[in-house]
């Protein structure tokens, strides 16, 4: 291999780039998991993570990727045959709904397009519907990583209040948390699923459960087996700031890094309103480019990516692959269903204007090696509006 100067572009929508910070945070000797030192870490941490879900109750930390605390979830809440209410907005929903399956729960799967969130209306019918109360959770993904599509749990929630349903909500936010605004509690969410690897700026390696009250005494009853991922198992040990097995020690070093710089640093609210200006400058270029954003509802829009429909008779994995061979970018692939129709670039995470900049000019000048047509534009139709939102924070200051 030879070496390529300067700095890799990772932009797809997760794992996502690690900063600085928190690689040298990792970059500590491992301590006594049972000694006072790590106490310490883990309260700090367990209590941190709180505010980023937004959260009063239990947020419990696995050493996992985000599959694992998807597992958890269900097997800590449910028993085999029970019915489950999900959604089929993407790849992501469809494989939680594998999972669900093959753990012997019986999914009453929404079909969907891919280029549309979970229809609150929809949640609302099928509810009414129930009058048995068979289905004992509605599950949804917060912000589908496959097709940039964000559902909007607020309204979710609504629709489960107005069918007077006591189906637990369970919401996997694994591309959402730390990006996209999310409030567990407000939005009476019961399990909410993160990751590590995507807004909370981490390394892979790191999985959260944050439950609320009915979901805990749901799983006295919960007849699903389960041993590594019991939350009953975590809890005792947790109240101390312990665990019950050895923990990713240094990924929390790490952790207690990216939450000071999120927390206390920059401010949750900055952080999303950050995202959501990326995100608007990404659309700029896509348009202007001539191409099509594959989500369809403006409401919907993604802050943490962008899906971009390929022109009809063009690949993206070899688009993908001339952008990696001349600019050493990594964009994200096409998923599942629309495998080699769409591409993804990823705007979340730690990641600033100039970043943004490289990333498009980079998507720019792909098109044109790789005879994908488009129109020229796409970049100064981004820098026009990121210079006008510093103009207008300039002026803000000013006065
Ligand atoms: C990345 C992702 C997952 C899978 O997480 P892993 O850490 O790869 O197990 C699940 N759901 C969503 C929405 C994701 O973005």
Redesign the pocket.
């Known amino acids: 291999m030879n070496y390529t100067a300067g700095r890799h572009f990772l932009q797809i ?2 794992p996502t780039n690690v900063p600085e910070r928190v690689l040298r945070a990792i970059d500590q000797p491992t301590i006594d998991h049972r000694g006072p030192r790590f106490q310490q870490l883990g309260q700090e941490v367990l209590a941190g993570l709180k505010h980023v879900f937004k959260t009063k109750a239990t947020v419990i930390i696995f050493p996992a ?4 605390a ?1 597992e958890a979830a269900l097997v800590n809440t449910l028993s085999p045959g029970d019915k489950v209410l999900m959604f089929e907005t993407g790849h ?1 929903a469809s ?2 709904q594998s999972m669900a399956q093959r753990l012997g729960l019986v999914v009453e799967f929404v079909a969907g397009d891919w280029r549309h969130g979970v229809d609150p209306a929809a949640v609302e019918s099928r509810l009414a519907a129930d009058k048995s109360h068979a289905i004992k959770a509605v599950m949804a ?1 917060h ?3 496959s097709t940039g599509v964000t559902s909007r749990i607020g309204e979710v929630r609504k629709a489960i209040d107005r069918a007077a349903h006591p189906a637990l909500f369970m919401v ?1 936010t ?2 959402s948390l730390a990006s996209i605004d999310y409030r567990h509690d407000e939005w009476g969410v019961d399990v909410t699923v993160a ?1 590590s ?2 807004g909370l700026m981490l390394p ?1 390696g790191l ?1 959260f459960n944050a439950v609320s009250d009915k979901a805990l005494a749901a799983g006295k009853s919960a007849k699903l087996p389960r041993s590594y991922w019991s939350w009953e198992e975590m809890l005792g040990p947790n109240r101390n700031g312990f665990f019950p097995y050895t923990p990713a020690t240094n990924l929390l070093y790490g952790l207690r890094e990216a939450l000071k710089m999120l927390l206390e640093e920059e401010g949750l609210e900055n952080v999303f309103r950050r995202h959501d200006r990326h995100a608007e400058a990404t659309r700029r270029a896509v348009r202007a480019w001539g191409l099509e954003i594959l989500c369809l509802n403006p409401a919907e829009y993604s802050s943490a990516l962008t899906a971009v429909l390929m022109p009809e008779g063009h690949n993206e994995a070899e688009f993908r692959k001339t952008v990696l061979a001349h600019f050493d970018m990594s964009l994200g692939s096409g998923l599942g269903k629309i495998a080699n129709k769409v591409f993804r670039i990823g705007h979340l995470g730690d990641f600033n204007d100039l970043m943004l900049c490289g990333t498009l000019c980079g998507v720019e000048m792909g098109l044109e090696l790789a005879g994908v047509p488009h129109q020229k534009g796409g970049v100064a139709a981004a820098l026009d509006y990121l210079a006008g939102g510093t103009a207008e924070k300039k002026t803000a200051k000013a006065a």
């Not at 990727?65 to 694992?68: A, E, L, Q, R, Y």
């Open positions: 929508p997760g990727s985000g599959t694992g998807w992501f494989l939680w993904v912000n589908e990583t996997d694994i591309s990751g690897q995507k892979p999985s």
